[in-house]
């Protein structure tokens, strides 16, 4: 192969990365704009200035799209929390837990991609589901990596992980529904519910739980 003809194809493909990073991010105008129903491969070529069929080149059908737009968001997200970590291992939880919740709040419609099946008669399967692949469950599991050496928590991160998701993920939901709840007061509802979720864990050392009454 000669060198003009590799300097082709590397060219063919820069300009691919490129087409494909500027359909994802006039996806992410559009679904900011008008969630992701508002999304549809015709108004996406339009907004990018691409022809219709030339989407499909790069994304088969919407829940390409969508699924882009997801591994996309968890990106970002993982890149923001990780630029501004605490020193100490649990005050680096505490702020991964906070950062995750704040975020759910300020992109309810990105949010609402990464977490809802694309098509109401799809369940979730396994594959679905958020793997270590995923930045921010790969930045959770480190963070409470560096706090089970500490020694302040049980060495048990997977059961630790999904005890936080799943409670930050419903504060997300619980205040994208319900924005006005009268306890959810500047903020402080959030820490205390992250505050909770993390005294909740199960101490390295048993003899530091206290007792039940």
């Known amino acids: ?6 300097r082709r194809g590397g060219y063919r493909e820069r300009q ?20 992701f129903e508002g999304l549809t491969m015709r108004r996406l070529a339009a907004a990018a ?3 219709p ?4 080149s790069y994304f088969p ?6 699924a882009a737009l997801a591994e996309d968001a968890f990106v970002e997200l993982a890149r923001e929390i990780e630029a501004d970590a605490p020193a100490h291992p649990m005050e680096a939880l505490e702020a991964f837990l906070i950062r995750y919740v704040e975020f759910g709040l300020a992109n309810p419609r990105h949010y609402r991609i990464v977490f809802t099946p694309r098509a109401p008669e799809r369940a979730l399967r396994s594959t679905d589901m958020p793997s270590l692949k ?5 930045l959770l599991m480190r963070r409470l990596e560096a706090c089970i050496e500490t020694g302040r928590l049980s060495d048990d991160a997977m059961v630790h992980a999904g005890i936080l998701w ?22 402080m509802f959030v ?23």
């Open 61 to 66: 059908d919407k829940d390409a799209i969508l």
């Open 1 to 6: 192969m000669s060198s003009q003809t590799e």
């Open 166 to 187: 799943a409670t930050v993920h419903g504060a997300v939901d619980l205040l994208t529904c319900f924005p006005n709840l009268p306890f959810n007061d500047d903020g």
């Open 16 to 35: 691919k990365r490129e087409i494909r990073a500027r359909l994802i991010d006039v996806a992410h105008r559009l679904v900011r704009e008008e969630g």
């Open 134 to 138: 995923n930045p921010v469950l790969a």
């Open 49 to 51: 200035g691409c022809a």
């Open 53 to 56: 069929m030339s989407v499909y």
């Open 191 to 213: 820490r205390r519910i992250v505050a909770a979720a993390i005294t909740s864990l199960p101490s390295a050392n048993p003899n530091k739980v206290s007792p039940p009454d």
